[in-house]
C-alpha cells in the first residue's frame, strides 16, 4: 500500500484538507480582536471537506480495488473541485473585508495531488491489465 506513490499523493492531500477543517480560513478585521472564519462556520465548507475526507480515506482502504479506488478518486476530484471554487467565490466576493490565510489555497493543491493520484492508479491498472493479457496468451499457445 504504502510503496505507491499515489497513496502518499492521497494521504498527503487528506493531511492537508484535515489541516483545513481545524485552522481558520480568513478573518475579519475589527476594533478589537479579529473574528476567525472556520471551515465549520459555513455549511458549504463542511459539506465539502466532509465528503472529501470522507473520499480520500475510502480512497486510500480500497489499495487493492484499482477500479473502485479509480472511480472514488475521480468523484473526491470533483467534490475537491467545488470545494476550490466554492473558496475562490468567498475570495473575489470578500477579498475587501477579509483577510484569508494559507489554507485557503489547500483544495488546489489538493486537486493537483489528487489528479496525479488518479494518473498513478490508472497506470497502475494499465500494468495490472498487460500483465493479464501477457499470462493468457501464454496459457493459450501451451
Same mark, same amino acid.
Given at each position: #500500500? ?5 497513496? !502518499? %499523493? ?9 489541516? #483545513? ?6 478573518? $475579519? ?7 476567525? $472564519? #472556520?471551515? %465549520?462556520?459555513? +455549511?458549504? %465548507? ?10 480520500? !480515506? ?8 484499482? +477500479?473502485?479506488?479509480? @472511480? ?25 473585508? #477579509?483577510?484569508?490565510? +494559507?489554507?485557503? +489555497?489547500?483544495?488546489? $493543491? ?21 500483465? %493479464? @493479457? ?9
Amino acid at each position: #500500500m504504502w510503496q505507491r506513490i499515489q497513496t !502518499l %499523493y492521497l494521504l498527503i492531500a487528506t493531511v492537508l484538507l484535515a489541516i #483545513m477543517f481545524f485552522t481558520p480560513i480568513a478573518t $475579519i478585521p475589527g476594533a478589537g480582536e479579529p473574528v476567525k $472564519i #472556520m471551515a %465549520y462556520d459555513k +455549511i458549504t %465548507y463542511l459539506i465539502l471537506l466532509s465528503l472529501v475526507i470522507i473520499g480520500h !480515506l475510502v480512497a486510500l482502504n480500497t489499495f487493492k480495488l484499482l +477500479i473502485l479506488q479509480m @472511480r472514488v478518486t475521480t468523484l473526491t476530484l470533483l467534490v475537491v473541485l467545488g470545494l476550490a471554487v466554492v473558496v475562490g467565490i468567498d475570495f473575489f466576493r470578500f477579498h475587501d473585508t #477579509m483577510t484569508f490565510k +494559507i489554507v485557503a +489555497i489547500f483544495p488546489v $493543491i489538493a486537486l493537483i495531488l489528487d489528479l496525479l493520484a488518479l494518473r498513478g492508479i490508472a497506470a497502475d491498472q494499465a500494468l495490472l491489465e498487460s500483465a %493479464y @493479457r501477457l499470462r493468457d496468451s501464454r496459457k493459450k499457445k501451451k
